[in-house]
């Protein structure tokens, strides 16, 4: 008897040590560190920003609390996410400097441009009609000072391409999706290679690529970029991204991107079915480019590059029978009014089947970077570094120059151009990408706000991207996997710069920029900061 009260009353002690150990004390260590973190709760998060999570929090990429994975109507977020303070952010006053061009030089210089066009049509014609056998197919050209083009040009600034609220910007992508073409031709790159090709070179001249320039009825010029695969087809496997496929939709894509990262540094890309016939052979001055095109077996009209590479049927693109979805990039000012010089990118890839550049075999290249001009002084690494981390989330493995406009000088803004090599393979994250955020450990506390924005349930990147490219005629423009990819990638990203953070500090990795929202006071903004 004895014997079995003490049996009974060894096992109630060890039921419970056992329900003390494994649910008492964890629900009361819980509740004590709500109670902890309550009353610091404003240290946890940036004033001002709605609640956004601040930088040094290691849990970056959770969802928030208290804030639903659902939170209001998909159709919104991409307007919400514009009204956000992160998004009306005050950039100085612009002076003369700050601006890229001024209206009586642009106008001047365009009015002589198009007096120029107009004896040129004029000869043509005379020409056309005493030689040749086919019609010039004639349009009134006019240059108008409140064209979407123009307006465009002039917003060019130190610090964008374009204003967040500009309104030449959506009628310019109405303007290349709708108004008529009045002139075809190859782009400036193709005609310098007058149809040679070192066919011996693993990398290309970008002449060969198939891209047209094409004149708009108010003079304005966009360049075509043909559909070359369909949206659900990647790049093969055993493709080297030097020589893989331009996409007409990674273009479209990555302005959009460019500019729901509030980047502003690639031109505006609008998508647009191009009559071939009507639009392009009928409308051509140059006899090389008429020269290319002919008609499929069945009845489809097609052309192919200049360049000898590629001078043949077999690399021809074709419409259906005439229709040809594509790419129309808004040309940036000539470069007679605003010179523009193209630099090697510091991560730039070995452009061989074998070779490796520097950066990819020593871990402290940047260390040694940073002792050289440009990059031991002002914003060029950290621009870099945006530039880097937009790449990453397209996927573009290709972007070995930069542009920038010589007027700025080095602390004007990097251009973001060519990126037809993004968006191909949605399942692959390529992190060598990101070496310059995990190599410099640097960052601008702008851009990373807004990246910590984008991971939030309430403005996702793939759901604002999804949102932002409906409005592109040819939607949809990425298949959802691809739209998936940039969740992914955007988390990576958040991770490589937590790691550095963890490492380094916070004040070593993320720089201060401009942080004061439009709709806020300064004091405000020190406490948010």
């Known amino acids: ?60 990429t959770s969802e928030v609390p208290g804030v639903s994975s659902e939170a209001g109507d998909g159709s919104l977020k991409l307007r919400r996410l514009f009204a956000h303070p992160l998004y009306n952010i005050q950039t100085p006053s612009l002076g003369p400097e700050e601006k890229l061009l ?67 910007i959506p009628r310019l992508l109405w303007d290349m999706e709708n108004m008529t073409v009045v002139n075809a031709d190859y782009t400036q790159d193709e005609k310098a290679l007058k149809g040679v090709c070192d066919c011996s070179k693993v990398v290309k001249p970008s002449g060969h690529h198939l891209k047209l320039a094409l004149k708009m009825q108010d003079f304005g010029k ?34 959009h991107l460019d500019r729901i990262l509030d ?12 009559n071939l016939t009507g639009e392009v052979l009928n409308v051509t001055h140059n006899d090389d480019l008429r020269a290319v095109f ?21 690399y ?3 419409g259906t029978p005439d229709l040809l979805e594509g790419s129309l990039s808004a040309y940036l000012p000539s470069l007679s009014l605003a010179p523009r010089i193209s630099i090697p990118n510091p991560w730039m890839r070995s452009y061989t089947f ?22 031991n002084s002002g914003n060029r690494l950290l621009n870099i570094i945006d530039m880097s981390i937009f790449d990453f989330l397209t996927g573009n493995m290709d972007r070995h120059h930069y542009e920038i406009f010589t007027k700025f000088g080095d602390e004007g803004l990097l251009l973001h151009l060519d990126n037809a090599r993004g968006f191909g393979k949605h399942a692959e994250d390529e992190m060598s990408i990101l070496a310059p955020v995990s190599q410099c450990c640097m960052i601008k506390r702008s851009t990373l706000l807004r990246l910590q924005l984008l991971s939030r349930p309430e403005f996702r990147l793939s ?16 298949t959802e996997p691809h739209l998936l990819a940039l969740d992914r990638r955007l988390h990576k990203v958040l991770e490589a710069v937590l790691h550095c953070v963890r490492t380094l500090g916070e004040d070593q990795v993320i720089t201060e920029d401009f942080l004061r929202s439009t709709e806020r006071t300064s004091t405000q903004s020190e406490k948010a900061r």
């Open 222 to 255: 966009a360049m075509f970029k043909p559909m070359r695969q369909q949206r659900e087809d990647q790049t093969p496997e055993d493709v080297f991204y030097f020589v893989d496929f331009q996409r007409h939709n990674a273009e479209i894509a990555a302005f």
């Open 463 to 478: 759901d604002v991207m999804r949102e932002s490219l409906r409005a592109d005629s040819l939607q949809p423009i990425l």
């Open 102 to 168: 001024q209206l009586e030089q642009l106008m001047e210089y365009y009015q002589k441009k198009v007096s120029r066009w107009k004896r040129h049509m004029k000869l043509y014609k005379e020409a056309a009609a005493a030689f040749s056998n086919f019609t010039v197919v004639e349009h009134e050209v006019t240059l108008d000072p409140e064209a979407s083009w123009l307006k465009f040009h002039l917003g060019i600034n130190r610090y964008g391409l374009y204003d967040r609220d500009d309104a030449a």
């Open 316 to 318: 021809a693109v074709c």
């Open 354 to 375: 074998t070779g490796k550049e520097e950066w990819e075999v020593n871990p402290f290249y940047c260390d040694t970077l940073k002792q050289i001009y440009p990059y």
């Open 263 to 274: 980047f502003r540094r690639v031109p505006p890309v609008a998508g647009r079915r191009l």
């Open 1 to 60: 008897m004895r014997r079995g009260r003490l049996f009974l009353a060894g096992t109630l002690t060890a039921l419970f040590s056992a329900d003390l150990y494994f649910i008492l004390l964890p629900k009361l260590w819980k509740v004590a560190r709500e109670e902890s973190c309550s009353c610091n709760q404003e240290n946890f998060t940036l004033q001002g920003y709605g609640g956004l999570v601040s930088p040094w929090l290691s849990n970056w």
């Open 294 to 314: 002919f008609t499929s077996p069945v009845n489809n009209t097609c052309f192919f590059a200049k360049c000898l590479y590629v001078c043949k049927t077999e």
